[in-house]
């Protein structure tokens, strides 16, 4: 098992590209979400999923879409980057019924 | 509104010493009370968790401590060691819907 995938693992972007990070699982989990970690912030909720077709906002979604087409798949999308998207991104899973998160090991995004 | 308040920020212990780490809530919805270890470059590692229902749990030199009436949990590190030198945070997680949120951090040193 993979675990959980994302990639790039690095990425530098100019103020107004857009671009997706992408995390894949290989676990059959039913919940994935996407977490942003700045220093002495802890990581804040951006995204979720409860399952393929559902997704919700979590703390900071401004400036991020998501989709889950599939169980496996949640890519995040900038729309157009902006320096406070200076980042690194953590992608996590979890089984429905469980409360233990499986992080990705992560994507550096440097917005200039 | 910062729904867990973590502390200290920052904690230096010598080898062979205690290491205790708090985290103060104050929503009540959540079902699940992880510790996660973070290492630099890498994602964080669930370290140990707790469900609501019981007041303490160990797994080797690691403890949680929770206090449901005073909305408290703490994390415990036995006879500390270089290598538990790392971030931790806490978190609180709702497994029966999409929410989590985590505390700021962490920093452990452990001196030699």
């Known amino acids: 098992n993979a675990g959980v995938t994302q990639t790039p693992k690095f990425q530098v972007l100019k103020t107004g590209q857009s671009m997706t990070l992408q995390c894949a699982q290989d676990m059959n989990h039913e919940y994935m979400s996407w977490y942003r970690q700045d220093p002495g912030m802890g990581l804040r909720l951006i995204h979720y999923s409860v399952g393929a077709g559902i997704t919700d906002q979590g703390e900071v979604p401004n400036g991020y879409n998501v989709s889950r087409s599939t169980t496996e798949d949640f890519p995040l999308r900038l729309l157009s980057a902006a320096p406070s998207q200076t980042s690194v991104y953590f992608c996590a899973s979890r089984s429905d019924r469980r409360g233990e998160l499986f992080f990705g090991e992560g994507s550096r995004l440097t917005v200039l | 509104q910062q729904q867990v308040k973590q502390s200290p920020q920052s904690l230096i212990v010598q080898k062979g010493g205690i290491s205790i780490i708090n985290c103060a809530y104050e929503?009540?919805?959540?079902?699940?009370f992880p510790w996660y270890q973070q290492f630099p470059g890498k994602g964080p590692a669930l370290l140990i968790a707790?469900?609501?229902?019981?007041s303490e749990k160990k797994e080797g030199r690691f403890t949680i401590s929770f206090n449901k009436s005073a909305k408290q949990f703490s994390l415990h590190i036995m006879d500390s060691q270089p290598g538990d030198s790392a971030t931790y945070f806490c978190a609180l997680i709702n497994t029966n819907a999409g929410k989590s949120t985590f505390g700021d951090g962490t920093t452990l040193t452990v001196k030699p």
């Open positions: 707790i469900r609501p229902d019981v």
């Open positions: 929503n009540t919805a959540f079902d699940y």
